[in-house]
């Protein structure tokens, strides 16, 4: 019988498209009052994804669609809109890491 080999990851040796910076514990994150913001906006969403480029062929909402509260302006760029309700959109994780890629290319100039 011919033995299995396993192969090095192709993703290691592969340049990152855009530079990230090390990921760090965002202690803002944690508070009680982003806890309320969030659900606010996920509330207000009725619990459902509100990106308007979401892909139409997955549900916007139910049981194994993961949302999250994003901040439409981000807090660094606004800080004083960090915990305004207005200022979140409710999104599914497929929409949240596309806007969140976008966002981080746009600040690095890629
Ligand atoms: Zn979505």
């Known amino acids: 019988m011919a033995r299995l080999r396993a192969l090095p990851p192709l993703a290691s040796s592969l340049p990152p498209l855009v530079p990230v910076a090390p990921k760090q514990t965002d202690a803002e994150l944690g508070t009680a009052a982003h806890r309320t913001w969030a659900r606010q906006v996920k509330e207000r969403a009725g619990y459902r994804c509100q990106d308007p480029e979401h892909d139409r062929a997955t549900p916007r909402s139910g049981p194994g669609v993961a ?24 999104r599914c994780a497929s929409c949240h890491v596309r806007k969140t890629h976008r966002a981080r290319a746009a600040r690095h100039g890629a």
């Open 67 to 90: 949302l999250y509260a994003d901040h439409v302006e981000e807090r660094q760029d606004a800080p004083h809109r960090a915990l305004d309700p207005l200022n979140g959109m409710c």
